[in-house]
T-cell receptor, first 109, second 116 residues
């Protein structure tokens, strides 16, 4: 399985942008890059996904490096509600999704 | 549209017992995946069910088994419970069949199992 590497933890101030990095140097051509987050006492929640091009949605933006060996999840204005564990996951045509340890984001008021 | 619902939300069992956890998938979804999440760790893939058959399995022993029903709901069964089985069990549904990695999973809130 292609694997991802994320920092264990990051801190941000409220209302500031947050850039969460993810390295995936062994990514294959068919792997999609997915991001999920897990708030305390909840199941994981879909954030965004992409293949090659940068993606934007109402929650976040996903910036994918040209060689696809890394990506960055961007929260444009962090709120206290964004405090969660963020998971970067590679998914191919094989229908399962394998999580790593993720990045624990702390947002300070 | 309704999301993924899991039951029970919490349960306590003793070592050696058997447990059944249930999951109702999101409307329109045809695939269910099960995950085990120990405290402080990321979810670990147990297995996935598509068209009522197991369609992929993680590194879990055979005492972890499952079912998917015609309405796409699912059960996770664990026999001969061990202390290490204490965890949050998450169910996720998705619409599969196109063989694409673009498909998104919708998770339930989980069932927290404590084995004493």
């Amino acid at each position: 399985d292609a694997k991802t590497t994320q920092p264990n933890s990051m801190e941000s101030n409220e209302e500031e942008p947050v850039h969460l990095p993810c390295n995936h140097s062994t990514i294959s051509g068919t792997d999609y890059i997915h991001w999920y987050r897990q708030l305390p006492s909840q199941g994981p929640e879909y954030v965004i996904h992409g293949l090659t091009s940068n993606v934007n949605n109402r929650m976040a933006s996903l910036a994918i490096a040209e060689d696809r060996k890394s990506s960055t999840l961007i929260l444009h204005r962090a709120t206290l509600r964004d405090a969660a564990v963020y998971y970067c996951i590679l998914r191919d045509r094989i229908n399962d999704m394998r999580f790593g340890a993720g990045t624990r984001l702390t947002v300070k008021p | 549209e309704t999301g993924v619902t899991q039951s029970p939300t919490h349960l306590i069992k003793t070592r050696g017992q058997q447990v059944t956890l249930r999951c109702s998938s999101q409307s329109g979804h045809n695939t269910v995946s099960w995950y085990q999440q120990a405290l402080g760790q990321g979810p670990q893939f147990i297995f996935q069910y598509y068209r009522e058959e197991e369609n992929g399995r993680g590194n879990f022993p055979p005492r972890f088994s499952g079912l998917q029903f015609p309405n796409y709901s699912s059960e996770l069964n664990v026999n001969a419970l061990e202390l290490d089985d204490s965890a949050l069990y998450l169910c996720a549904s998705s619409l599969e069949g196109q063989g694409s990695g673009a498909n998104v999973l919708t998770f339930g809130a989980g069932s927290r199992l404590t084995v004493l």
